[in-house]
């Protein structure tokens, strides 16, 4: 779960950032919007299957039955 958080906290910040000091006052590029929004954000939604899927990977290794030896270990009928 931390890992979740940490990567969208990590990928949300520049927007954050340039949200504050735009409010703030100072004057934004709009090449800095055009970085953010092709390059910074999409990230975010690369990384995502990797976290979400590698820890019920995991899980299921770790908590299922192997089917394949149970299989193999029953007498014939």
């Known amino acids: 779960?931390?890992?979740?958080?940490?990567?969208?906290?990590?990928?949300?910040?520049?927007?954050?950032?340039?949200?504050i000091l735009?409010?703030?006052?100072?004057?934004?590029?709009?090449?800095?919007?055009?970085?953010?929004?092709?390059?910074?954000?999409?990230?975010n939604s690369a990384f995502n299957p990797f976290i979400y899927t590698i820890p019920t990977i995991k899980k299921r290794k770790k908590n299922e039955p192997s089917f394949i030896a149970d299989h193999r270990n029953k007498p014939a009928n």
């Open 22 to 43: 735009s409010k703030a006052g100072i004057e934004i590029t709009i090449d800095i919007y055009s970085w953010i929004a092709i390059f910074v954000m999409p990230i």
């Open 1 to 19: 779960m931390s890992i979740i958080v940490g990567t969208d906290m990590i990928c949300w910040l520049p927007v954050i950032v340039v949200g």
